[in-house]
């Protein structure tokens, strides 16, 4: 029985999502295009941080416009089926070579698997950039029985779709990868997180779970190996900290999902105390394709610390919004310019890249590469992926109002400077957009320098991060807001 306790960590109940419209960061960059929808998603009872229909901001839950989804980069890895249409069923994804990565991965040792990663140099994609390799040999190597592995199909970044596009185009991907991460590590369990605001994920989630089972990919004994995996779906509640991956296991546990000090390491003591390996969805999808072709064909692409595609969701402002697999290293302007076609409402102000929690890059910085150490040395970050282009009806006060509003409503709670630092922040916003300029500027850069120093978690370094960005790239934007 949930206690009232756990129960109000959560901001949506166990009924259906029903009419409401998103307060995402592409829906607040795009409220001009529609006010009214902007207006009753403010006035919602519940706020909804992301349906992940970017593409068509400011979006409400009844949107069903698909993304378009194209490829720059020399071959398509993680949309390699999405581009052509998608393999939802088992027998499209058969057809196409899936579980094929698996059967051939089940002939080998889980070592070979693991080096097979290793040498592909692929890092995580659900934010902090880790390299996978390593974390799948640190769970391989941790002593215990059992072990699980979890698929984070939270994907709460407002602005990010790519995971909810490979689930629900592609689940059997994420199986695949799921399972071959299984069997690299040793683990007998597999767990899918997926968000409550992508109810269609889940449903497809759910049928492809059963078609796995029905043809022996799942249970005991698979391929008829001496492997054997069972996989369950867990839908979550509306919480954004839930993605983060010590915050999801609590979830999984069915605790209160405040975030865990580290160390203990997932990979050491996870779920229930099991050395654990969590990884984002799209990351888990890279893993067929490595294992059918080797992590040297993986390594081949991108540049030096950054390797293999990225998945980039691109927002409604843009003359060609939709989902983009580019070859890391790709120059931003080239993503901002050429794929997207530059924005459709006005001069581009600043791009958010992997959410509201990462640093802005003005224009000026466009020719950055898409790296992860070339965006980190400029206050940006490739993130999850998500592109938030905004434009010029945009101003740093409400920008920062609204990422501040989100940082404190999302807030698990656990650590000063993010549970009252970002509501006080917001206000004091908030109040720069009623009444105009406000007195005393210092003392939200000492809140700023708080939160990038001493939170425990990424939601608030993020946060920290983000207000240091626009502190660096729009000084005088932000000076005007106090007397
Ligand atoms: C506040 C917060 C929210 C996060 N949300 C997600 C998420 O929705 N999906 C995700 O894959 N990772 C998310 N992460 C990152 C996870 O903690 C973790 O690093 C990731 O799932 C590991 O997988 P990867 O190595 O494949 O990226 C979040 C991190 C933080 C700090
Ligand atoms: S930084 Fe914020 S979200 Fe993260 S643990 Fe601390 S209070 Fe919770």
Redesign the pocket.
Known sequence: MATPDLESFYHLGHEPLGDRACQGTACFVARHLQPERWRKALHDDTRVYCLGSCHVAPATTHETARPTARVRAPRAIALERVVTGGARALADYTRQGGYAALMRALSATPEALVAQVERSGL????????P?GR?LRAVAAAPGEEKDV?A??????PG?YI?RVLLEEDPHAVLEGLLLAAYAVGARRGHIYV?KEYPLAACVLHVALHEARREGLLGHHILGSGFSCEISLEVGRGS?????????LNALEGRRPF?RARPPYPAQAGLFGRPTL???????VNLPWISRHGGEAYAALGIAGSQGTKVLSLNSLFHRPGLYEVELGTPVRTVVEELGGGLRTGPLKGVLIG?P?AGVLPPHLLDTPLGFEELKAVGASVG?GGVVAFDTHTSIAALVHHVFSFGAY?SCGKCTPCRLGARHIEQRFARVLETGPVSGADGWEDVVEALRLTSL???G??LGEFAQSVLRYYREEVEACFT
């Not at 890092?123 to 880790?130: I, K, L, S, V, Y």
């Not at 984070?152 to 970044?157: H, I, P």
């Not at 954004?240 to 999801?248: F, H, P, S």
């Open positions: 890092r995580g994609r659900g934010g902090a950039g880790f996978t974390k979890v984070n199909a939270d994907e709460g970044d990010a995971d968000r954004y900290l839930c993605g983060e991956e010590t915050a999801l975030v969590v990884q984002n969805v799209e990351t888990l959410g929690l999850h999302e978690c990424g939601h370094t993020g």
